[in-house]
């Protein structure tokens, strides 16, 4: 796959040890794009040495199972997802806004310890070869499914979409940007990013909104956060 201006044919064009950025909420996936703040010292220091480098940056969340004797290395999700730095704008009063294409998954292995402020882990490809191939397994998603799970909730909470773009956007595109939009929380997001091809991504996606729905009918009014 290409990111930016780099080309990503296998998974041995990626290397074996990463910066992360540890961010609770956040969801990147391949072919996606997440927009970020960064202003603490030691995440700009680790943009920096990415600018200087390869542009990478693991994107994972913090453990909810697990728990770290040090606040500031909190124990973190067994995957993540790499993003290439593709835009750079210096804010003038010491922050970045940055913004990173996902280009494949990895699991977490042993931290690397060194003189570096940020965190840096082994990362293993491996089990997600397939991340890089642009549109894999979208002939097997229900996308019927997909598309009326999405109207009933836009439904239930009083909102439109552009219908258009949704019909013409291809499904792997549609598939992840409604991951990467929808509104719930970590533990989800998590589950997402885990789903082993995009028909299980898919169908996670519609049971978490399902639930949300049914749950929203039950109490009230109350989305799921």
Not at 204 to 221: K, P
Request: charge should be negative; proline fraction near 6%; charged fraction near 25%.
């Amino acid at each position: 796959m290409q990111a930016g201006n780099a080309i990503y044919e296998t998974i041995a064009d990626l290397p074996p040890i990463l910066p992360v950025f540890p961010l609770s909420g956040a969801l990147l996936l391949p072919r996606t794009q997440l927009p970020l703040n960064i202003f603490e010292p030691r995440y700009i220091d680790m943009v920096d040495a990415a600018l200087a480098g390869n542009r990478l940056i693991g994107m994972v969340q913090p453990s909810p199972d697990r728990q770290s004797n040090d606040p500031d290395k909190p124990a973190l999700a067994s995957i993540g997802c790499v993003g290439r730095l593709t835009s750079f704008q210096e804010t003038g009063d010491g922050r970045y806004l940055i913004t990173l294409q996902g280009i494949t998954r990895f699991a977490l292995g042993r931290e690397v310890e060194d003189f570096s402020k940020f965190r840096q882990i082994e990362c293993d490809f491996s089990a997600f070869a397939h991340d890089l191939k642009c549109g894999q397994g979208e002939e097997d998603v229900d996308r019927t499914s997909l598309l009326r799970t999405l109207r009933d909730y836009l439904d239930a909470n009083n909102l439109e979409a552009d219908w258009q773009s949704v019909s013409e956007a291809e499904t792997e595109v549609l598939v992840n940007a409604l991951c990467m939009m929808c509104p719930y929380g970590p533990q989800e997001k998590q589950a997402l990013l885990e789903a082993r091809d995009l028909k299980t991504r898919a169908e996670t996606l519609i049971a978490i909104t399902e639930m949300d729905l049914a749950r929203t009918q039950n109490d009230g009014g109350t989305t799921l956060q």
